[in-house]
């Protein structure tokens, strides 16, 4: 595995949602200062996986464990604290600023909105905003903004927890090219300081640029885990997705892409 010490792993992880198995006793760990994608069809369990990670589900069978600990063992508030995560189209529904929004990150270090920031909390807010190049909406109603301006905001919500490991479901899925591709970075970055980075990906050739290792899940259970260029390779994400891929080299990364249906 590439990276530093395991930091959250599932073990057996056996989940079931109406009766379908969605994830067959699964084990998989991700390691401090790497960036691990997650890909597979429609309904292999991606978000499923997360949501059990970071404890907003129970497993049927099977433990999640934050550095040798159950994550079930720990408070809320510790859960918080060291993980931050970005949900699927994740929006709000109040009116707030960009930079209150963004402020919500700096919750479980004790920042209270009703009050002036204190420095720290100031300063971990004005760097995320930047990160996204978001200075521009700190001061607008995120009501009058759109879904992709939202959609970084959001991402700088979750940089500004500090929190070590970051978990991102589709983080990139509102956004045009420009924005994804600094997104990514921005995670890259993230892991490059040692965070655990953990996200979902649709485009697979973002995953293949960005990503140390991806793992592949098809029929409830992990099909490939690996580094970008074995875990993408011809055959295997054919037969996960159930369609024929071709490969292009672009700029020496293997690029998959969606080329015939089976």
Partial sequence: MVGGMTAIAARQLLCRRDGKVILDRIDVAFAEGQLTAIVGPNGAGKTTLLRHLVGLEVPEAGTVELNGQPLTALPPAV?????????????????????????????PHGADLSRPLKTADQEAVRRALERVDGAGLAGRAIDTLSQGERARLMLARTLATGAAILVADEPVASLDPAYALQAMDVLRAEAARGVVVIVVLHDLGLAARFADRIVVLANAGIVADGPPGEALGSGVIDAAYGIGFRHVEVDGVMQPVAWERR
């Fill in 79 to 107: 859960r918080a604290w060291r993980v931050a995560y970005l949900p699927q189209a994740a929006s709000a529904y109040w009116p707030l600023t960009g930079h209150d929004l963004v402020a919500l990150g700096r919750l």
